[in-house]
């Protein structure tokens, strides 16, 4: 059957919570909790949550929502998000 052309998404960013790793990303998905729990269940990713405390050390944050848009265009508006978080952490720094 494969994936729905249109799709409503979930733009988000994933943090530690503590701050204790500057490590955060910015994605989108169309199922927020099938990406969580594929988020604890992935081998590379796990090994820095389990080093630094856990999934009750990290946040999945949404960002903000977009109804009935294609993949392509949820890549984009994901790459605004990334853009202006990259410029939020800059501007802290």
């Given amino acids: 059957m ?3 052309k249109l799709n409503d998404y979930t733009f988000y960013k994933f943090v530690n919570i503590n701050s204790e790793v500057k490590m955060y990303f910015v994605g989108s998905t169309a ?4 990406r969580i729990d594929y988020y604890k269940r992935n081998n590379n990713l796990n090994s820095t949550i ?3 405390g856990g999934m009750k050390e990290f946040q999945v944050l949404p ?3 977009s ?3 294609t993949l392509p265009e949820s ?3 994901e ?3 990334r853009t202006a978080l990259k410029l939020e952490l800059d501007n802290t720094l």
């Fill in 2 to 4: 494969g994936r729905p």
């Fill in 31 to 34: 199922n927020l909790k099938a």
């Fill in 50 to 52: 389990r080093k630094y």
């Fill in 63 to 65: 960002l903000g929502t």
């Fill in 67 to 69: 109804t009935q848009i």
């Fill in 75 to 77: 890549r984009i508006i």
């Fill in 79 to 81: 790459d605004k998000y």
